[in-house]
């Protein structure tokens, strides 16, 4: 497995240190923000139910400001292109 996997241009996500970083800076990520991003990066690109994201972050169902809000946040810190997003279903991360 590969300890280095390429964000867009100048991100990359250090599998061993579980840390994104922009060229040799490392991005604070929050827990949640970096179990989203986990999440995303083992499913290679495709796209995760939203329902599926809520039950692995919570355990439970959350409401889905709470989910917006995660993925707002998360997108603040990377490309805004860095993931996209399928209304009504889910979101990936475009590697």
């Not at 867009?8 to 579980?18: A, F, H, L, M």
């Not at 991005?27 to 999440?39: N, T, Y």
Request: charged share 30%; with cysteine.
């Amino acid at each position: 497995m590969e300890k280095q996997i390429k964000i867009g241009n100048e991100y990359y996500y250090n599998r061993k240190y579980q840390q994104i970083f922009k060229e040799k800076l490392p991005i604070k990520l929050s827990k949640r923000e970096l179990q989203l991003f986990q999440i995303l990066i083992v499913a290679k690109g495709n796209y995760v139910a939203y329902n599926d994201i809520e039950y692995a972050i919570w355990d439970e169902h959350v409401s889905s400001n709470a989910l917006r809000l995660l993925i707002y946040r998360l997108r603040k810190k990377l490309d805004s292109d860095t993931i996209e997003t399928f209304p009504s279903f889910g979101c990936r991360v475009n590697l």
